[in-house]
C-alpha cells in the first residue's frame, strides 16, 4: 500500500525530519534573541543585580572578628560570659597573639570599628592598645593578664570580653537588629536603650509622609491632567511645556529655592505679613520640619505624576462622555460614573511612581527637613558617609526594599498590577 499512513516522517528541503528541523530553527532563533538581550542583561546585571546582591551580603557579613582574632574566638568558646569572671591567661594570651598578628597587617583599627559600633569606645581602645600591644613578643612575654590590663583597663572588663564574644560570628542578625532599635546581646535580642530609639520612628514617618506626598500629588496632578488632555493641541502643548520645565533645572536648586522660599524670613511668609493675614511676631514655621519637606517634595514630584496621568487620559474616547451627556448625565455623573474610572490606570501607575520616589528621597529631607522632617533614607546616607556603619545602611536599605515589595504586593491584591497602565 502507498498511503501516507505507510510512508516515514515528513522530511525538510535538506532531508531532515522535519519536527527535528523545526525545533533547530526555533533553538537559533531564541539564541539570537538572547544575543542581542545579552549586552542588555549584562548591564543590569552589573548595575543593579549585583548592587543588590551585595547589599543584602553586607546586611549579614560579620567575618572580621573571626578573621582577625581566631585564636581568641576558639578560647572564648571555652569561656562562660555568664559568669561575671575575666577570661583566663590562656585567652589573653591568644588575643596577645591575634592582636600582634594584627597590628602588623594594619587590621586592628577596622576590628575596633566594627566592634565600637555595639560598645561606644571600643574603636579608641583597640587603637591606643595597639601601639603597646606591638611591642609585646607572644612567645617570651607570658603571662599576658596582667600587662593587657596594665595596657588599657579595658581588658579587664568582663562587658567587653562579652561584646567580642556575642559578635564573633561570621553571619549575624546584628544589623536587622540595630535597624529596629534593638541589639544582639549574650541574652539574646534586648530592646535598644530608650535614647536611642529613632529608627523605628524615621520609617514610620518615612511610609506616613510618602503616602501624604503621593496623595497631595494625586490631588494637584488630576485637575492639571485633565486640562491638559481635554484642551486643544496647542494650549495643551504650552501647559505641557510649563509641566517639564522643572526636570531641565537642577534638583539641588530647586529645593534650595524652596529652603529661600519657606524660611521665615522667606517669600512666602514675607507676602502673608504684606497682606495681613499673618502678623509679623507671629510668622509661619514651614521649615526644618515634615510640613516643609511635603511641600517641597510634593512640587519636585509632581510632574511624575502628571504625566502618567494625561497619557491615560489622552486615550479616554470624548464620544464617551457626550454619550452620556445626550442620555441625561448630569456633568458629575459623566464624571464619576465615565471619566473617573477610565483614568484610574494612570493614577495607580504615577502613585506608584511618585510613592517608590517619595520613600528613597534624601536629598530635599536633608536640606528643608531639619531634624523632624528626614527619611529613613537619610540615616542610610549618614551610615554610609559618615559613620561607616555599612552593614547596618545594608540592613537598612534591605527592610526598605522589603517594604516596597510588600506594598507593591499589597497593590496588585486590592487594585491589580495589570490594571496600570502608562497610556
Known amino acids: 500500500m502507498t498511503d501516507a499512513t505507510q510512508s516515514g516522517p515528513m522530511l525538510a528541503a535538506d532531508g531532515t525530519p522535519l519536527k527535528k528541523s ?18 542588555l542583561l549584562l548591564f543590569v546585571l552589573l548595575s543593579f543585580v549585583i548592587p543588590i ?13 573571626s578573621q582577625t582574632l581566631p585564636l581568641t574566638v576558639v578560647e572564648l568558646q571555652n569561656w562562660d560570659a555568664e559568669s561575671g569572671e575575666l577570661p583566663d591567661e590562656a585567652l589573653y594570651a591568644a588575643f596577645a597573639k591575634d592582636m600582634v598578628a594584627a597590628i602588623d597587617a594594619k587590621e586592628h583599627t577596622k576590628l575596633g570599628s566594627r566592634l565600637n559600633y555595639e560598645q561606644t569606645g571600643m574603636s579608641s581602645m583597640f ?70 530609639r529613632i529608627l523605628i520612628k524615621l520609617f514610620g514617618r518615612t511610609l506616613f509622609m510618602s503616602l501624604i506626598i503621593t496623595g497631595s500629588c494625586i490631588l494637584l496632578a488630576y485637575p492639571i491632567s485633565y486640562l491638559l ?20 533645572t ?50 519636585i514630584l509632581l510632574p511624575f505624576m502628571i504625566l502618567p496621568m494625561y497619557s491615560v487620559m489622552q486615550t479616554i474616547p470624548p464620544t464617551y462622555t457626550r454619550a452620556a451627556k445626550s442620555m441625561g448625565a448630569t456633568n458629575w455623573t459623566t464624571f464619576w460614573r465615565i471619566y473617573f474610572p477610565q483614568s484610574i490606570p494612570g493614577i495607580g501607575a504615577g502613585s506608584i511612581l511618585v510613592f517608590i520616589l517619595a520613600i528613597g528621597y534624601y536629598i530635599t529631607p536633608e536640606i528643608v527637613g531639619g531634624t523632624k522632617g528626614v527619611f529613613i533614607s537619610n540615616r542610610i546616607a549618614y551610615h554610609i558617609s559618615s559613620s561607616l556603619n555599612w552593614g547596618l545602611a545594608a540592613a537598612l536599605g534591605t527592610i526598605l526594599l522589603a517594604v516596597v515589595l510588600l506594598l507593591y504586593w499589597c497593590y496588585d491584591k486590592i487594585v491589580g498590577i495589570d490594571n496600570v497602565k502608562l497610556g
Do not use: C
Open 229 to 248: 488632555a481635554n484642551l486643544p493641541m496647542r494650549v495643551s502643548n504650552m501647559l505641557m511645556i510649563l509641566v517639564l520645565l522643572p526636570f531641565w
Open 250 to 299: 537642577s534638583l539641588l536648586v530647586r529645593t534650595s529655592a524652596w529652603k529661600v522660599m519657606l524660611q521665615q524670613q522667606g517669600v512666602i511668609n514675607e507676602t502673608l505679613v504684606w497682606l495681613g493675614f499673618v502678623a509679623d511676631d507671629a510668622r509661619l514655621v514651614i521649615i526644618n520640619n515634615q510640613f516643609g519637606t511635603i511641600i517641597a517634595m510634593t512640587h
Open 127 to 196: 587603637r591606643q592598645s595597639g601601639r603597646k600591644i606591638k611591642r609585646l613578643d607572644p612567645e617570651a612575654d607570658a603571662p599576658f593578664k596582667e600587662k593587657l590590663i596594665e595596657i588599657h583597663d579595658g581588658w579587664g572588663d568582663v562587658n567587653i570580653w562579652r561584646v567580642i564574644k556575642t559578635h564573633a560570628v561570621p553571619i549575624t542578625n546584628g544589623y536587622f537588629l540595630n535597624a529596629v532599635d534593638m541589639q544582639r546581646t549574650p541574652e539574646g535580642a534586648q530592646a535598644q536603650p530608650e535614647d536611642k
Open 53 to 65: 546582591v551585595s547589599m543584602l551580603f553586607r546586611s549579614v557579613e560579620n567575618g572580621i572578628v
Open 22 to 39: 523545526l525545533a533547530r530553527s526555533l533553538r537559533r532563533r531564541k539564541l539570537r534573541a538572547l544575543a542581542l538581550i545579552a549586552p
